[in-house]
């Protein structure tokens, strides 16, 4: 911006920013408006500066002006002169009085000028060094050149305060010119619509309800800095109501993003935001106050849930009695109601509680855990048989400094249990993250029913989550803690007691799924790992497209036995089938990774009198499936290859292949992933064909090789189940209480999608299922009752 209009005639129009700061220089017009009230929201503006004494057009006083005109006439003089009028070299000393010698002017010529404003651009305040050259170099004394340094300087603060004047002036006119507009129209109120007389009561309505509304709006606001606040381990610093503050809000249309930000918060503020990732174009407009309200709660319930989850990591007994049924530490609910507050409101009629906790070292770090919980795609992979689908609804905070240090996601998912007599639960609950210490973090879940309208559920989340630390020798240890609320009533009988004592969605069985897994992929991405069991040797891209093929079998087969809403399902109702056994259908159309046609899925879960070891060690024996297996023709299976997944060669991925019965019959092979854990076990396998499977393991992409997943799904049974059977069986659940076993059947009944599902093939479904149970139950010498 130039000045130049506003500096006069002087020797220099240089521009204000050429001209350096100093402590001389004065911005404030407080210096020239010494009687002047200072500036507020009053509405007597006005009226108080003219009372002071000014009138209205101008803030110069008349010192101010004269002072003006004598810094104009003496813009290009040196003041040695004047300096010389009154110096004691001219005082005569005696009784005569001291006479004064006339003041001489001197005028410094165009090329000292010059050169005295060139320097005074780089330095209006040399030292006496550079005076001492200024004054040899020019031919001044060193006294005229301080002097014109002084002059020059007095001068560019006068031009700057007479602008300064200027524009305070025209703002003095402006706002008294809006207050006369003020007062006319209280004199004299307009309906804005009709244009006749208003009612004076209705204009102060409407400023009462604006003067609410705005209170209300900085209370939000403090809220808000408040949390920040939590967020960071302190409270946000400065004021927050000052005028220029604001909160700025982008919104993108396709949910691009949301962000919170003010210049009263500290830079370190998490950005606060909403993706779908849909898009990452933004608009700026405002949104409906009630979408602040609602992340003010978010906030509030997330702080809130992490504390609590923190405190009962840390404490012992008596929060935690450790079971003398199970072993493991279960939630005294006297204690907890005594020490801590419910953040999601009260209990649901007709729901019942579980809370369990359990401690652990895992082979990862703390960063890459923390990660892989805060993305709900790595998190459904980490844990593929408990979560059927997971999504991020919204990312209300992506964390600070590039963390995920106060990272808040709303999320949802479907937690499942392999068994068609438990439904999936659906919760939806914030997931927030934070780090406490160096190697220290905390992620804690909690649902969100109690604080959005309208929404309800049959499952409720309670301050659930884990505390993760980094240790010396690559492990972290890891404290987990599940704590839900659910309606017993929507569960069957034979699952109750497995889901109040948390052996079905406890802590221990997350703490076994993550320990399992994360050393399934230590020994996967070892490069020493060498599958030495398999017969048949498979190269590095074969075992990885292998393992690829096996986790979508494994995949499907878990949505089978619990009717993920990631495959569409169709129940049947059919007098003939059993109700504890659920069949269901649907059509399989241009999928190249199964047949297409019609396809049925038959499950059910059985009781059985034998430890969970004993069940998983035979129906994972390829030698033993001939007695159970009716694709064994009959004979035991030979196992081509094998893909260890971690130390127990137990948890690995297998390629079978069947006796066959006579020489015209091709063999037949059959995939089988096993995995078991202090939690359960499963055995999955599908029949695959002979070519695709050779091409799989040289390394060919396995998402076009055709399969229908079967398998076994087998669970401790809970302490004291037994009781409630016909067999006398005593002891522990995991050894002598027995399994609970779930078997579950995908087969294809008509390759033709459009052909119509005849009541035969349902019948043969189900006695395959009936048949399949009885045989394990004899070749185990089970009770068949």
């Not at 979408?291 to 906030?299: E, G, H, T």
């Not at 089978?560 to 569409?568: E, L």
Request: with cysteine; hydrophobic share 35%; charged share 25%.
């Amino acid at each position: 911006m130039n000045f130049n209009g506003y500096l006069g005639d002087g020797s220099s129009g240089d521009r204000i920013s050429d001209v350096p700061y100093s402590d001389h220089f004065s911005f404030s017009a407080a210096s020239t408006m010494p009687n002047s009230r200072p500036f507020s929201s009053s509405h007597s503006l006005s009226l108080g500066l003219q009372t002071n004494g000014l009138n209205g057009e101008t803030f110069e006083t008349n010192a101010t002006r004269n002072k003006i005109n004598r810094g104009e006439d003496v813009e290009s003089r040196s003041e040695s002169d004047n300096a010389e009028a009154v110096s004691g070299d001219d005082l005569e000393t005696g009784d005569k009085p001291p006479r004064k010698k006339k003041k001489r002017y001197h005028r410094h010529t165009a090329k000292q000028i010059q050169d005295l404003e060139s320097v005074f651009k780089e330095c209006a305040h040399p030292d006496e060094k550079q005076r001492l050259d200024l004054s040899r170099r020019l031919n001044l004394d060193p006294r005229q050149v301080k002097f014109w340094f002084q002059n020059r300087r007095t001068q560019m603060k006068t031009q700057i305060e007479r602008h300064e004047n200027a524009l305070l002036r025209q703002e003095n006119d402006k706002l008294r010119a809006e207050n006369m507009s003020v007062r006319e129209a209280m004199r004299n109120p307009m309906c804005s619509n009709c244009g006749g007389p208003a009612v004076l009561g209705e204009v102060s309505m409407e400023e009462q309800h604006l003067r609410i509304e705005n209170s209300r709006l900085k209370d939000e606001l403090d809220r808000v800095c408040a949390l920040t606040g939590k967020f960071l381990g302190r409270s946000p610093n400065g004021s927050h109501h000052v005028p220029d503050s604001s909160l700025v809000l982008g919104v993108g249309s396709g949910g691009g993003g949301f962000s919170l930000s003010s210049p009263s918060l500290p830079q370190a503020t998490p950005r606060f935001k909403i993706s779908n990732g849909t898009g990452l174009a933004t608009v700026n407009r405002q949104p409906p106050v009630s979408d602040f309200d609602q992340r003010s709660r978010y906030l509030d319930l997330a702080l809130a849930a992490m504390e609590e989850l923190v405190k009962m990591a840390q404490r012992h007994e008596p929060l935690w009695i450790r079971s003398s049924d199970t072993g493991f530490e279960m939630l005294n609910k006297e204690e907890y109601d005594a020490s801590f507050s419910r953040c999601v409101g009260p209990k649901q009629d007709g729901f019942v509680s579980e809370a369990s906790k359990e401690t652990g070292n895992v082979v990862i770090n703390s960063l890459a855990l923390v990660e892989t919980l805060m993305d709900s795609e790595r998190w459904a992979e980490m844990f593929p048989s408990m979560i059927s689908r997971t999504s991020t609804t919204e990312i209300i905070s992506s964390g600070m400094g590039g963390t995920r240090n106060g990272a808040l996601h709303l999320m949802h998912a479907e937690l499942q249990l392999l068994s068609p007599l438990v439904p999936v639960r659906q919760v939806s609950f914030l997931r927030f993250c934070k780090q406490h210490a160096e190697g220290v973090w905390a992620v804690v879940d909690v649902s969100v029913d109690s604080i959005r309208e309208g929404s309800s559920s049959s499952c409720r989340r309670l301050p659930s989550g884990c505390l993760v630390q980094d240790m010396a020798n690559g492990y972290s240890k890891v404290t987990w803690i599940e704590h839900t609320e659910y309606d017993e009533n929507r569960i069957h009988r034979l699952y109750r007691p497995l889901l109040s004592c948390g052996l079905a969605f406890g802590a221990q069985r997350w703490m076994a799924a993550l320990q399992r897994q994360c050393e399934c992929l230590t020994i996967l991405m070892s490069s020493t790992v060498s599958p030495s069991r398999s017969p048949t040797p498979i190269s590095c891209n074969g075992r990885k497209s292998m393992l690829k093929l096996a986790k979508r079998m494994t995949d499907n087969f878990c949505g089978g036995v619990c009717a993920s809403s990631m495959q569409k399902w169709s129940k049947l109702n059919v007098g003939n089938v059993d109700e504890d056994v659920r069949i269901m259908t649907r059509k399989s159309v241009n999928d190249p990774g199964e047949p297409p046609g019609i396809v049925l899925n038959a499950a059910t879960s059985v009781w059985m009198p034998v430890s969970p070891k004993r069940l998983f060690d035979f129906l994972g024996n390829e030698r033993l499936r001939s007695e159970w297996d009716i694709l064994s023709n009959g004979g035991p299976m030979q196992e081509m290859a094998h893909i260890a997944k971690g130390h127990d060669h137990s948890n690995s991925v297998s390629l079978l292949r069947a006796t066959a019965i006579n020489a015209n019959q091709s063999s037949m092979l059959i995939l089988q992933e096993t995995s078991i854990d202090a939690a359960g076990a499963i055995v999955v396998y599908a029949p695959v064909d002979i070519p695709a499977m050779q091409a799989v393991m040289n390394g060919g992409d396995s998402a076009y090789v055709a399969l229908l997943p079967s398998g076994f799904a087998i669970l401790p049974n809970a302490p004291h189940r037994s009781e409630e059977r016909n067999g006398n069986v005593n002891g522990g659940c995991m050894e002598e209480g027995g399994s609970l076993l779930t078997v579950a059947f995908q087969i294809l009944v008509n390759s033709l999608p459009t052909a119509k599902l005849t009541v035969e093939s349902v019948e043969t479904v189900n006695n395959l299922i009936s048949c399949t149970v009885q045989k394990i139950k004899a070749a185990l010498r089970c009770d068949s009752s």
